[in-house]
């Protein structure tokens, strides 16, 4: 194992290699539900404004096009009620993942630093800890560091894996908390688009920070909303400073969006319309799959947002790897709450993204129709 690699956990999609063998073999083919990669067609205001911008001879910047910048402050604005942005507080990101594995090291963490990130995570949180050294927490809970200033402490609302949106009071708790001790607070928000139950707020929203971006980043993606995964279109938002920061550091990295790719996302984040028409396709998908998994006698736990169904047999049934293998069984690929986090034991991440000829063949195997 070499350097990097040995200070990084596990890659867990590996681990799922021999249960994605189980599934494919049966007779009807796979259901793959285990990753949240976007299977819709890419929405054709994106295929446009790509090829309208596909001569491009010189080098993008790293700060992006003023085009780019402005349409972030706009649909920040305009959706999700985020006032008083101003361009220079936004970055263009080559997706948001990136950046997020990153982020600890543009800050210049290290040993001896504090990075918090929620109890059932996306991994990718732990590994930018994981490559600069920096101890990693993974709780909900503000106690939990003890004595303990953490230097970043990431939040994910609505969560992936468990779609939970955490609710305004807690978010504006987090926010003071994270202001009185100094802590950069980076929120998560690539599901904001994607909520079936309730409301999201991001932590932009004046009602959370009061109106300042003081200490606060947030990082957002098109690649679910818009279906442009392949793409690499997300950005971050927030503290002046932090962001002037990251740029310095960006820039001498070559960090630099692809200009079609940012013609693209000036394009979708202009555009709900498509936007509207994904979400009533999964809204679809979600409730099919819901119903038969329930129907099978499995449990639905959060899932009131993003683009996943937490699912359980409860805390005594099987554990993570015990649902996946049973669910493999009938060729439904899904992935182990283990994975986000140890109190995922027993639950499985069980993914929208899936053509309807898909999910009505899970149902129809859930239903034993099949
Ligand atoms: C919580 C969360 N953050 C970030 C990402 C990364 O998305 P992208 O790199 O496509 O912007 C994902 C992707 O699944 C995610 O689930």
Not at 48 to 70: C, F, I, K, N, S
Not at 278 to 283: A, G, I, L
Request: net charge negative.
């Amino acid at each position: 194992m070499g350097a990097v690699s040995g200070r990084l956990p596990d890659f867990p999609w590996d681990k799922l290699t021999s249960f994605a063998e189980t599934a494919r073999a049966h007779p009807e083919g796979i259901v793959d539900l285990s990753i949240g990669t976007p299977v819709d067609a890419t929405p054709e205001v994106a295929r446009r404004a790509l090829a309208d911008a596909v001569d491009a001879p010189g080098y993008p910047t790293t700060v992006g096009l003023p085009e780019v910048r402005q349409a972030v402050v706009d649909w920040l604005a305009g959706v999700h009620g985020v006032t008083g942005l101003d361009t220079d507080q936004v970055l263009p990101l080559i997706g948001s993942k990136e950046f997020i594995a990153t982020l600890p090291s543009y800050l210049g963490l290290g040993p001896g630093d504090v990075i918090g990130y929620p109890a059932l995570a996306y991994p990718t949180y732990e590994v930018g800890a994981a490559l600069v050294g920096a101890k990693a927490v993974a709780t909900d809970s503000l106690t939990a560091f003890g004595p303990e200033t953490p230097a970043l402490l990431w939040i994910n609302s609505p969560s992936n894996p468990t779609g939970r949106v955490l609710p305004p009071e807690h978010l504006r708790k987090v926010v003071d908390w994270c202001r009185e001790r100094g802590v950069l607070l980076v929120s998560d928000e690539c599901y904001l688009d994607c909520v079936w139950e309730g409301e999201a707020l991001s932590v932009l929203h004046p009602d959370i920070c009061g109106g300042s971006a003081d200490g606060i980043l947030v990082v957002h993606s098109t690649s679910k909303r818009s279906n442009l995964a392949g793409y690499r279109c997300g950005f971050v938002a927030g503290d002046r400073a932090v962001v002037a920061e990251l740029l310095a550091v960006r820039k001498n990295l070559g960090m630099m969006m692809p200009t079609p790719a940012q013609r693209a996302m000036v394009a979708v984040l202009g555009d709900e319309a498509h936007v509207k028409e994904q979400h009533e396709r999964y809204r679809a998908r979600r409730t099919k799959l819901r119903a038969a998994l329930e129907g099978a006698g499995y449990t639905i736990e959060h899932s009131e947002a993003a683009l996943y169904l937490w699912t359980t047999k409860g805390p005594d049934g099987p554990d993570s790897w015990a649902l996946v293998s049973e669910l493999a069984a009938q060729g439904i690929l899904v992935a182990p709450g283990a994975f986000y986090g140890a109190a995922g034991n027993h639950h499985v991440r069980i993914a929208l993204t899936a053509s309807d000829e898909r999910i009505d063949a899970a149902v129809a195997r859930l239903s034993g129709q099949a």
